[in-house]
């Protein structure tokens, strides 16, 4: 299993990285929930050229980068498939008699190339900070300390928990196990993951021991020390123009 | 499973959004008079890791392969602590893997994280009446799933009529996941009252 190591590539140098990551949040969040609501297909191939723009600004590696926003096809291809056959409208050929509609397409393609603008910039806004960074980042920005320790502690444990699923997982593989959609083989899963639970469970407590003998409160105490220079204004108050005009085009 | 971003309008997305905050915040500042958060924030968390990567295995069935939602036993075994914790693990999902959508957080988890507080509140029920254990957690955890498909295809429909034959078939699609989740969960639920019954939260009031 692979490691979910979204920030490998935070220690690169470009606009996008040395970015406030407060002022990295916020405008890249605004960004994302304009884009994500476009009516209009060639605005929303504007707002997708404009993310690929900041990706290819930022220097992260394509391979790293396209590996994870092709996910966004695996989840929205059936609505290709689906939704020219079964949205009504004018009709843009007929394979035997099964109508394929030019809106029903024209959907379609609008809700893909929209996630792909919303992801790629969330991509981005992760893979060029570090993510302790990010953290900090919410905290300073007020989010309720107890979500940002359960995010900061569930990050930080998904790579041990792996580490500990492939160990079963391997030793099950030695004695023969394949994992197959019958009775028998969900039952058997179902105990490893049983066991995958009690092996997390036991090692709660021993983190929590090491962390409060380390002086834990339950209240983060987090050195925050970020300053925001002219830089960051003029590219957070560019970033706020792009992603209230989008909506502003469409009036006029 | 999830929903991506772009699809939903932006009303559905808001009341996505209002309910799991309020919600997440109402469960969390209940709990906060109950138990000691500080030793509670560190288990969830762990508990809930131990979840993300249970939902990274694909299981093949035929020609295509489904990850595992085990939202179900995330009840049975987090209590209602469910509800906040999938909060932070769809947000894990949708950045460091883009599973589902940023925007769309709010409504996935009203989609999954209701059923798993449903499937929660039914475990108690059934074993307080004695009922079988593995066969409520069978329950609860095809369950979790059901209510999910029904969840997801009514915000579907809520948000066009468009899709309408997408909600059927994404409905239609969870079918075989339930049964899959429904025997893993069981043989879950009876191991651990097997080997650790005190994970189970059961006897707890909330």
């Known amino acids: 299993m692979e490691y979910p190591e979204i920030d490998a590539f935070a220690s690169l140098n470009s606009p996008i990285h040395r970015f406030d990551p407060r002022a990295k949040m916020l405008t890249f969040t605004l960004l994302i929930f304009s884009f994500a609501f476009v009516d209009d297909l060639k605005i929303a191939l504007y707002g997708f050229l404009?993310?690929?723009?900041?990706?290819?600004?930022?220097?992260?590696?394509?391979?790293f980068a396209l590996k994870r926003i092709r996910m966004v096809f695996f989840f929205l291809f059936p609505l290709l498939l689906i939704m020219p056959l079964t949205v009504d409208?004018?009709?843009?050929?007929?394979?035997?008699?099964?109508?394929?509609?030019?809106?029903?397409?024209?959907?379609?393609?609008?809700?893909?190339?929209?996630?792909?603008?919303?992801?790629?910039?969330?991509?981005?806004?992760?893979?060029?900070?570090r993510f302790d960074m990010t953290m900090k980042a919410l905290y300073a920005l007020r989010v309720p300390g107890m979500l940002v320790q359960m995010l900061m502690f569930t990050y930080r444990y998904i790579f041990v928990i792996i580490d500990e699923f492939s160990r079963m997982w391997e030793s099950m593989q030695c004695k023969g196990f394949r994992l197959k959609a019958n009775y028998h083989g969900l039952s058997i899963f179902g105990n490893i993951l049983g066991m995958l639970i009690i092996k997390s469970y036991d090692r709660t407590s021993r983190v929590y021991q090491a962390m409060v003998s380390k002086g834990y409160s339950g209240r983060p105490r987090a050195l925050i020390n970020f300053k925001m220079s002219t830089k960051d204004y003029v590219l957070s108050t560019c970033m706020v123009l792009i992603a209230v005009s989008v909506h502003l085009i469409n009036w006029y | 499973m999830h929903i991506s971003d772009g699809v939903l309008s932006f009303s559905v997305v808001a009341a996505g959004w209002a309910i799991t905050l309020v919600l997440s915040a109402l469960i969390l500042w209940r709990c906060k008079y109950k138990y000691d958060m500080a030793e509670q924030i560190p288990k969830i968390s762990i508990i809930t890791g131990t979840f993300f990567v249970a939902s990274l295995i694909h299981i093949s069935i035929g020609p295509t392969s489904v990850h595992l939602l085990l939202n179900g036993l995330m009840g049975v075994v987090l209590g209602v602590f469910a509800f906040p914790a999938m909060l932070v693990g769809l947000t894990l999902q949708a950045f460091l893997f883009q599973h589902g959508g940023i925007t769309t957080i709010g409504a996935n988890n009203v989609i999954i994280g209701i059923p798993a507080l449903i499937?929660?509140?039914?475990?108690?029920?059934?074993?307080?009446?004695?009922?079988?254990?593995?066969?409520?957690?069978?329950?609860?955890?095809?369950?979790?799933?059901?209510?999910?498909?029904?969840?997801?295809?009514?915000?579907?429909i809520s948000t066009g009529e468009e899709f309408r034959e997408v909600a059927y078939a994404a409905l239609i699609a969870h079918l075989p996941?339930?049964?899959?989740?429904?025997?893993?969960?069981?043989?879950?639920?009876?191991?651990?009252?097997?080997?650790r019954p005190e994970l189970l939260p059961v006897d707890t009031e909330v």
Do not use: D, H, Q
Request: hydrophobic residues 60%; glycine residues 10%.
């Open chain 1, 50 to 63: 404009f993310s690929i723009l900041i990706l290819l600004v930022s220097r992260l590696p394509m391979g």
């Open chain 2, 119 to 156: 499937s929660y509140w039914t475990f108690r029920f059934g074993y307080r009446k004695g009922i079988n254990v593995a066969f409520m957690g069978a329950l609860c955890g095809a369950l979790g799933i059901l209510l999910s498909g029904i969840f997801l295809a009514f915000i579907l």
């Open chain 1, 89 to 129: 409208g004018e009709e843009l050929m007929n394979i035997s008699g099964i109508s394929v509609s030019t809106e029903g397409l024209a959907y379609a393609s609008l809700i893909i190339i929209r996630a792909l603008a919303a992801v790629t910039l969330a991509f981005t806004m992760l893979a060029t900070t």
């Open chain 2, 177 to 195: 996941v339930m049964v899959i989740e429904g025997i893993i969960t069981g043989s879950v639920v009876s191991f651990l009252l097997k080997v």
